[in-house]
């Protein structure tokens, strides 16, 4: 079964903390992303990987970065937290080419105090 | 890149048809139409997706207009399972041959007893 894991489904954390959202892939698949999702936003693309050590900005990568060292595992770091991040945010993965169907993990609601 | 436009929210009774509308009439020629939805507190689940034939699974139809200018999702007999919201998605181009979604902020269904 197709499994997307994210580390935590809640986060709090305090302003100008460094936090760390882990996603974890067991597909081996070669495209991971980050999304954030905010009321009457919709999901709005952070970063992207398609490749180990590989990534690219989506559309709103300002104040996030990420980091890519193993295939099934890509991170989103905030360097210092601030309470406009507070967000739901969305890890998926693709299996990469032209395969488009995308699967999403859980989500973390973190919220910055 | 494609866009779409859907409308904000619909609702249907349970057991009947649910008709989702999707226009992107500013298509390429080689962009396929996804669909994806997203149950309150979950990630997106994909549904379907189709190039310019109509195309059916366990979930849902996806008809296509001959000019791809438009598509529709059809839920033949929702369900009160079914109340979510519905994104249509046209793939972006991007670094490495892969394949980004651009998600909006699509149509919250809700279904009535």
């Known amino acids: 079964d197709v499994k997307v894991t994210q580390s935590s489904r809640y986060l709090v954390k305090r302003t100008g903390e460094k936090v760390f959202l882990e996603c974890v892939q067991d597909?081996?698949?070669?495209?991971m992303f980050w999304y954030r999702q905010d009321p009457g936003l919709g999901l709005r693309l952070i970063y992207f990987s398609y490749d180990v050590k590989m990534k690219e900005k989506g559309d709103i990568p300002e104040g996030y970065s990420v980091s890519r060292e193993k295939k099934e595992r890509f991170s989103l770091i905030l360097e210092s937290a601030s309470t406009n991040q507070t967000s739901m945010y969305l890890c998926?993965?693709?299996?990469?080419?032209?395969?488009?169907?995308?699967?999403f993990g859980p989500g973390t609601r973190l919220t910055v105090t | 890149d494609a866009k779409t436009t859907q409308p904000t929210s619909m609702d249907c009774a349970e057991g009947r048809a649910a008709n989702l509308p999707c226009n992107h009439s500013?298509?390429?020629?080689?962009?396929?139409v996804y669909w994806y939805r997203q149950i309150h507190s979950q990630g997106p689940q994909y549904i379907i997706h189709?190039?310019?034939n109509n195309e059916t699974n366990e979930m849902a139809s996806l008809i296509i207009t001959e000019d791809r200018k438009s598509s529709t999702l059809i839920l033949p007999h929702a369900t009160l399972r079914d109340t979510a919201v519905y994104y249509c998605?046209?793939?972006?181009?991007?670094?490495?041959?892969?394949?980004?979604?651009?998600f909006g902020r699509g149509t919250s269904l809700i279904v009535h007893p």
């Open positions: 189709g190039l310019k």
């Open positions: 597909m081996d698949h070669e495209n």
């Open positions: 500013t298509i390429s020629g080689n962009e396929y």
């Open positions: 998605i046209v793939r972006v181009d991007a670094s490495g041959g892969s394949y980004i979604p651009t």
């Open positions: 998926a993965s693709s299996l990469g080419g032209q395969s488009y169907e995308q699967y």
